[in-house]
């Protein structure tokens, strides 16, 4: 079916003009008929190249899962929302929300990153933000690269386009009655080696995520960065001025073995938020001052921990705070940027006024709320922090995990046990790997004496911070109170191996071994 300016489909969507072209089919831009105003839509027409019934009933299959994988998606602010799909003289069409906007191939083109890596580690933070949720979700987006991530024109954030399952098909042809696989799904230079393979995994979005931002700080194409032939190791030090922290975040995304990466968007979310520097700023350029060659690039690192033990990067913080750069970019994104600064910097009450401006301007900007929330829960205002945590919520119930964990912690400090638990178990249901949520529920049953609950809790916590002295003291101390004093004296010892001179663990060991008549 030829489609052209005019058509209708599904008596209700009428084209307006093509918007693109692939191998997997074309996409429109449509108005649906049946809405007062005609809404603008995106009409995705899927035209597998081979039309035999075999290959018709992969396309079938596959064209469902995309829908689904839509479909359960729901409505999240970064993702397209899925109006319809159907099935018309033999073709699939997806009916999806339109994205106003320009692409961030657009901006990296215009060089509005290069050599920043203040502004790239914004960028990267924007776009695992958005996989977090997708991955959380158990969908790989496997197609993560600029031209599928449009800046949307009403707010400024950025939206992840193009969650094609259906494109599978597209690289298959039947040949002597087998369907066989012919190319990689992806963009090539954007998906990593096991993905090439057919074996996609979480760590592929976050490898091209990871490639994205070296496009953005260098100003060159994935395949204008060289490779080692012997290692498949991408060689871009040589191409840009950064950080040995931000460079050991990005080395660990973009890792040839996906063993190397980091295994979530999660993950590999904190290591950027721990970062938190600033750099020195030049007030005639508010440019950030490149150091020059490998010697300055390692000297500006070694800078960095010398002002936060000095204490004077409050200084400096403060007149990079200070500068024109803010004044300059008043949208909720650059107001957001300032407050999670602030935050960084424990100035709670400043980072507070930055969220508020960054809601003025855009009132359900979720990550907003969210930084805003968590400046009350640390400035101790933990009522007014609860209800912040619960408008995150009712924005977006299904993807603000995060929410739900603060308002939890928020509970607990309010003496509200229960509806704490209650928050933790919500936030383990979107995210079972949240370690936080688990540290919480164990507290509280530790609090309550609920020592086989705390002791359950705190086994699931082990197994992600598996070094921390703390925890190994309270499962050492839920068994002593579970009379199980042979287990709390191995859980003991495991804490002194990493904290040997605490006395307090020593003493419980102690009290152990007394019951033992040790």
Not at 113 to 128: G, S
Not at 388 to 394: D, G, N
Not at 414 to 434: D, I, T
Not at 483 to 512: C, F, M, P, R, T
Request: charged share 20%; net charge positive; proline share 3%.
């Amino acid at each position: 079916m030829e489609l052209a300016a005019g058509k209708i489909l599904s008596h209700r969507y009428q084209i307006i003009r093509q918007l693109g072209k692939g191998g997997f089919g074309q996409t429109f831009l449509a108005c649906d008929r049946q809405l007062p105003n005609q809404n603008r839509c995106v009409i995705k027409q899927f035209q597998p190249q081979c039309r035999n019934a075999e290959t018709v009933a992969i396309a079938r299959r596959l064209f469902e899962t995309e829908a689904k994988i839509l479909q359960e998606l729901g409505n999240h602010r970064h993702i397209p929302r899925l109006f319809a799909y159907f099935e018309e003289n033999g073709q699939f069409f997806l009916v999806q929300e339109y994205i106003e906007g320009e692409d961030l191939a657009t901006e990296i083109t215009a060089g509005v990153y290069r050599q920043n890596e203040e502004k790239v580690v914004a960028l990267l933070t924007e776009i695992l933000s958005i996989l977090e949720f997708v991955h959380h979700k158990q969908v790989i987006h496997r197609d993560v690269n600029p031209f599928n991530l449009i800046r949307r024109s009403q707010d400024h954030q950025l939206v992840l386009i193009d969650f094609g399952a259906v494109k599978q098909i597209s690289s298959q042809v039947v040949k002597e009655g087998k369907t066989i696989s012919t190319v990689a799904i992806g963009t090539p230079g954007y998906f990593p080696s096991e993905q090439a393979q057919g074996y996609p995994r979480f760590s592929s979005d976050i490898y091209a995520t990871g490639i994205i931002g070296l496009q953005a700080l260098t100003g060159k194409a994935p395949e204008d960065i060289p490779l080692d032939a012997r290692t498949g190791e991408i060689l871009w030090q040589h191409l840009a001025m950064t950080s040995a922290e931000f460079s050991d975040v990005i080395e660990r995304m973009i890792r040839y073995d996906f063993r190397q990466r980091y295994t979530s968007a999660s993950e590999a979310l904190i290591a950027l938020r721990k970062l938190g520097k600033i750099h020195h700023l030049d007030p005639k350029t508010t440019q950030a001052v490149k150091p020059q060659g490998r010697v300055a690039r390692q000297g500006k690192s070694w800078l960095t921990k010398i002002l936060f033990v000095s204490g004077t990067i409050g200084l400096i913080a403060g007149a990079y705070l200070g500068f024109d750069y803010w004044q300059n970019s008043r949208n909720s994104l650059s107001y957001y940027q300032q407050g999670q600064t602030f935050y960084q910097l424990k100035r709670y009450t400043d980072a507070l006024n930055s969220y508020g401006k960054a809601l003025k301007i855009n009132p359900d900007y979720l990550e907003a709320l969210q930084g805003q929330a968590d400046a009350l829960l640390a400035l101790k205002r933990y009522s007014e922090a609860l209800n912040t945590y619960e408008k995150a919520i009712q924005i977006n119930p299904d993807s603000a995990w995060q929410a739900w964990l603060g308002r939890g912690k928020a509970l607990d400090k309010l003496g509200k046990n229960q509806e704490a638990l209650e928050s933790f178990e919500r936030v383990l249901s979107l995210n079972p790997a949240a370690s936080q949520a688990w540290q919480g529920k164990a507290d509280i049953y530790l609090e309550l004496q609920q020592y086989s609950a705390a002791q359950k809790a705190l086994e699931k916590l082990l197994t992600f911070q598996k070094n921390d002295a703390k925890i190994w003291y309270k499962k050492g101390w839920s068994l002593q109170n579970l009379e199980d004093y042979e287990g709390a004296v191995k859980a003991y010892d495991q804490a002194l191996a990493i904290e040997s001179d605490n006395a307090l663990i020593w003493y419980q060991k102690g009290n152990s071994l007394y019951q033992l008549n040790k």
